[in-house]
């Protein structure tokens, strides 16, 4: 079935690591963007990139890194430069003007 | 700037019921409108979309939203709830340019008792 497909489901990381969350998509969309969750707060976009190798910040980049190689995946590293990285990680992807299709979501929990 | 508005954090209506989630957008241009519902610990679901044409949306599991860009408010409705509707649902609105990416509301959380 097509669908964008995150890992790990849940992720804990110890203070000062780097993680990083997986997102696959074989939708063939040109488009990918993450979210950040947190209680109350809505959705906040992280990044996003529009086609292979081109990527742009979105409103709270900071302390977050990514890459786009493939059409299909669009990892997200959470670096040791962000200071409250406990929160619901949503991945998504999009063509056109359309929808965007989201996938299950990572939870990550600081130690 | 682009922005939209869920002015109800909790809306509670009895099964059987007809229910409304309201949503208020702020946007230059004509608006691509969203909602979306999120269950615990999953992902966000599309439920509907307003691009173009009639202002009566219909989308999945029986939902429908009106557009009314006098009162710039796209409400989500649905006839009559059921406690499987209980969740959290998103209003979205598309940022301009072409970018693709949405903006989203803070969320309202519906709860359906029987």
């Known amino acids: 079935d097509g669908g964008i497909t995150q890992s790990p489901k849940y992720l804990f990381r110890k203070e000062g690591q780097n993680v990083t969350l997986s997102c696959e998509q074989n939708l063939n969309h040109d488009a990918m963007y993450w979210y950040r969750q947190d209680p109350g707060q809505g959705l906040r976009l992280i990044y996003y990139?529009?086609?292979?190798?081109?990527?742009q910040k979105g409103d709270i980049a900071e302390g977050y890194s990514v890459s786009r190689e493939k059409k299909e995946s669009f990892p997200l590293t959470v670096t040791s430069a962000q200071k409250n990285p406990t929160a619901f990680y949503l991945c998504?992807?999009?063509?056109?003007?359309?929808?965007?299709?989201f996938g299950e979501g990572s939870r990550l929990t600081v130690l | 700037a682009q922005s939209v508005a869920q002015p109800e954090d909790q809306v509670n209506v009895a099964e059987g019921n007809p229910l409304t989630v309201k949503c208020t957008y702020s946007v230059s241009g004509n608006p691509y409108l969203f909602w979306y519902v999120q269950y615990p610990n999953r992902g966000l679901q599309f439920l509907l979309k307003?691009?173009?044409?009639?202002?009566l949306v219909k989308g999945s599991y029986g939902f429908e939203a009106e557009f009314n860009k006098s009162q710039t408010s796209f409400h989500l409705k649905k006839p009559s709830a059921l406690v499987s509707d209980s969740a959290l649902y998103f209003c979205?609105?598309?940022?301009?340019?072409?970018?693709?990416?949405?903006?989203f509301g803070q969320g309202t959380t519906l709860q359906v008792k029987p």
């Open positions: 990139s529009q086609i292979v190798n081109d990527f």
């Open positions: 998504a992807s999009s063509q056109s003007v359309g929808e965007l299709f």
């Open positions: 979205a609105v598309r940022d301009i340019g072409n970018t693709g990416k949405l903006i």
């Open positions: 307003y691009i173009t044409g009639d202002n």
